[in-house]
């Protein structure tokens, strides 16, 4: 059996695994390319990984396939570094964040994450709803993974937790309805250079951290993994698409703290079967 042929056997066993980046921080490479987004340096990261190194044909159902090393958290104590993570959900589904966090954590070695942002599923759009029942409509759906993220810092998995482009009218619901407020906002500027009044005074208010990203909304995950599916092995059809979705695809970065240095950055993703 080729190992084309060996790596399909395998893969087509399995109803899910993960792929992790590892340190996209070690490729010179991507350092000296400015991206527009985050999509695209995981993009070219993959490009650049999946080109170079082999892919294991023995990993596992759940397992997490390392594309690089990693080794470089062991440079510090747990208590010099400081991790965050973004969390870009496929569904509104709380799985999806347990899923995430337990990933990061294994991935890490570590017991504990001090930010989790989190961003949520785009709302589907129904015909005729009036703004105030698609608010009402989407805080319903929140309630949930928020309420999720609170068990979180109750149970000192993570110390605080973001969210990701509210308005000011969903930052004000949060903070009225939770005991654990948001700690930061992750906002996107498209078109313009400034935060809404509204928003920035709320925040101000709030003791909320707003900080730009440049990550698309919706993460096109199913679109950056084509690198992963058609990875050219000799084979005759594409590894894993059709047969494989992203679920959930989670970035990290290690922060030396007294430093203010980033010594590490990455990103981990979920692949699921389809549905039949």
């Not at 650049?48 to 090393?69: G, T």
């Not at 990550?215 to 995950?221: A, G, I, K, N």
């Amino acid at each position: 059996m080729t190992y084309c042929h060996q790596f399909l056997s395998n893969l087509s066993s399995l109803t899910r695994f993960r792929l992790h980046t590892g340190n996209v921080n070690g490729y010179t490479q991507l350092k000296v390319r400015r991206f527009e987004t985050s999509a695209e340096e995981l993009s070219a990261c993959l490009d650049l990984q999946l080109s170079s190194n082999p892919i294991a044909a023995d990993f596992k159902e759940n397992s997490c396939l390392l594309l690089c090393d990693n080794d470089h958290m062991d440079n510090y104590e747990r208590d010099e570094i400081k991790i965050t993570m973004k969390v870009f959900l496929s569904a509104w589904n709380v799985q999806q964040i347990e899923q995430a966090v337990a990933s990061l954590k294994e991935q890490l070695k570590t017991k504990d994450i001090e930010v989790l942002i989190l961003s949520f599923p785009e709302l589907d759009l129904i015909d005729g709803e009036t703004e105030d029942d698609e608010h009402r409509r989407w805080f319903e759906k929140v309630k949930p993974l928020y309420a999720h993220m609170e068990k979180l810092v109750e149970t000192s998995e993570i110390a605080s937790i973001g969210v990701s482009d509210f308005s000011a009218r969903q930052l004000k619901e949060i903070l009225a309805q939770f005991d654990v407020k948001p700690s930061i906002n992750h906002v996107r500027l498209d078109g313009c250079c400034q935060v809404p009044p509204e928003l920035q005074a709320l925040a101000n208010d709030n003791d909320v951290q707003l900080l730009v990203h440049n990550d698309p909304t919706p993460f096109p995950t199913n679109n950056i993994f084509k690198t992963f599916c058609e990875i050219d092995s000799g084979c005759e059809k594409p590894v894993c698409s059709p047969l494989f979705e992203t679920t959930w695809l989670s970035r990290y970065s290690v922060w030396v703290r007294k430093r203010s240095i980033m010594t590490s950055k990455g990103y981990i993703v979920q692949f699921q079967r389809k549905h039949d």
